[in-house]
């Protein structure tokens, strides 16, 4: 299985920080990476498929990077809905698998 | 609209049995693979199972195989999830999920699923 790492674990920042969330693969995902947001009590929202696409309603201050084994999502502007607890997930094959999440809290 | 709704949830007795739904709407189900992905709680994600638009192929996670299986009705528009031998890790928030390009597109609100005696 293709373990996925995520880190930090959970920062605090504050509204218009700038933000970024590493993720490693335990193997080459080529692209397949995806990042998703979560809110307390609410589904996973998908963010950025295959490592830099940005979902159709995502704003365009999140951003996602990387190849092979190393990604990066960037929120270049933190806003108050951004609080929350974001996910990295491969898609290269299965069991897909998810990291353990970054939580995003308020400084 | 795009939607999922589940249901099914609820307290199962450990080495018990329970049937999950996924309800869509909002576009053609038939078309599209389809997944359930679940969350311990205050734990992180973990992707169960998956099956295509036809049925024709079918994973699940080691951790299920064998006690949980996948199954969908096109002409019904939704996705199941029967599950039996049921442990106490098997605790969690149930999602139903739309893969697209290789990710989890769309999801449900959730079903909550308790093992306890």
């Known amino acids: 299985d293709i373990q996925m790492t995520q880190s930090p674990s959970s920062l605090s920042a504050s509204v218009g920080d700038r933000v970024t969330i590493t993720c490693r693969a335990s193997?080459?995902?080529?692209?397949?990476l995806n990042w998703y947001q979560q809110k307390p009590g609410k589904a996973p929202k998908l963010l950025i498929y295959a490592a830099s696409s940005l979902q159709s309603g995502v704003p365009s201050r999140f951003s996602g990077s990387g190849s092979g084994t190393d990604f990066t999502l960037t929120i270049s502007s933190l806003q108050p809905g951004d609080f929350a607890t974001y996910y990295c997930?491969?898609?290269?094959?299965?069991?897909?698998?998810f990291g353990q999440g970054t939580k995003v809290e308020i400084k | 609209e795009v939607q999922l709704v589940e249901s099914g949830g609820g307290l199962v007795q450990p080495g018990g049995s329970l049937r999950l739904s996924c309800a869509a709407s909002g576009f053609t189900f038939s078309s599209y693979s389809m997944n359930w992905v679940r969350q311990a709680p205050g734990k992180g994600l973990e992707w169960v199972s998956y099956i295509s638009s036809s049925s024709g192929t079918i994973y699940s996670a080691d951790s299920v195989k064998g006690r949980f299986t996948i199954s969908r009705d096109n002409a019904k528009n939704s996705l199941y999830l029967q599950m039996s031998s049921l442990r106490d890790d098997d605790t969690a928030v149930y999602y139903c999920?739309?893969?697209?390009?290789?990710?989890?597109?769309?999801w449900g609100q959730g079903t909550m699923v308790t093992v306890s005696s």
């Open positions: 193997q080459s995902i080529s692209s397949y």
């Open positions: 999920a739309i893969l697209t390009v290789n990710a989890f597109d769309i």
């Open positions: 997930q491969q898609g290269y094959s299965t069991p897909w698998t």
